[in-house]
């Protein structure tokens, strides 16, 4: 009696354990196939309405940081995108192409880093020559020769060598709220000491922290910049504004996850995190001039 107890519970439990798999192996295939359905409903969609990614770094160092990247996993990012066949173009060449409204192919993307760390010249830029791939640093000149930035000579190479130089303002002051003098200072000022560097024009320009409202946007324009970058994705635009690119932010949260930077380089985060941001409720800081852009 014992014994044919035994067994009929062997067998009851073997059923259990196979309706449990596939229970599980039926969840993984719809999840498979949802996921699957997304991917080509956003490459049809993106197809129609590619936003190119601009891929933002900060530091290319060994910090344990949300602003730094280790140089092998920039390393291995970068060969991602030359094995894989990625376009990849100076942000003046693609606000030129938002500007004259053209078609941007997919597997279009833009590299740029934020701050001008020496960092960037040492360790990010053998990687970008190695690969064949340009980029555009956003410099602070009131910063330059400080420990740990990058010097005018080191700029001054840079620049020599087709990479493109851009102004992070004259002292890395968040822009909202200063005076018209102080503005100019920090928007023309910084443009007048980068092209002293490098001998030829500074057309690009980056707003510390995303920061900007109406009034810095047109002291920009004004100064005689071509385009300027923001910080966060915003909602999603297929004609973008070039005085307000957004921008995907590479951070030091696992950089060696090469699905989450496929996802990012792809354009699909561009579009996946836009319709969170179109699906927020807008909120703005009170200022004079309408709205700034939220802080990241």
């Known amino acids: 009696m014992q014994k044919t107890k035994i067994k009929k519970q062997k067998k009851s439990n073997k059923r259990n354990k196979s309706k449990k798999s596939k229970n599980i192996s039926f969840r993984t295939a719809f999840l498979i196939i949802c996921f699957a359905a997304v991917i080509l409903f956003a490459n049809h969609y993106i197809g129609s309405h590619y936003v190119a990614p ?40 693609l606000a030129n192409l938002i500007t004259r409204e053209r078609r941007i192919p997919k597997r279009t993307v833009a590299i740029t880093f934020d701050d001008g760390r020496e960092n960037n010249f040492t360790n990010a830029y053998p990687i970008l020559k190695k690969y064949g791939f340009t980029a555009t640093f956003f410099v602070i000149p009131g910063h330059c020769d400080w420990p740990g ?45 980068l092209e002293a560097i490098t001998k030829k024009r500074v057309v690009l320009f980056s707003y510390p922290l995303g920061g900007f409202d109406q009034r810095v946007r047109l002291i920009v324009m004004k100064t005689g910049y071509l385009a300027a970058c923001t910080t966060n994705t915003g909602s999603y635009n297929p004609f973008y504004d070039v005085y307000a690119l957004k921008r995907v932010k590479i951070s030091g949260n696992h950089p060696e996850n090469m699905f989450k930077f496929w996802f990012n380089a792809s354009g699909y985060g561009v579009w996946f995190k836009s319709l969170k941001e179109t699906a927020k409720p807008k909120t703005c800081k009170p200022t004079k001039n309408k709205c700034m852009r939220k802080r990241y």
Do not use: C, R
């Open 54 to 93: 601009i891929l933002m770094y900060h530091n290319i160092d060994e910090k344990a940081d949300n602003l730094s990247v280790p140089g092998k996993s920039f390393e291995k990012q970068m060969k991602f995108l030359k094995d894989n066949k990625y376009n990849v173009i100076s942000l003046a060449e």
């Open 149 to 193: 930035y990058l010097t005018k000579t080191q700029i001054k190479e840079l620049s020599d060598n087709g990479f493109e130089i851009g102004s992070h303002t004259l002292n890395d002051k968040w822009l909202v709220g200063l005076s018209d003098a102080v503005l100019i200072q920090e928007i023309a000022g910084s443009k007048l000491a």
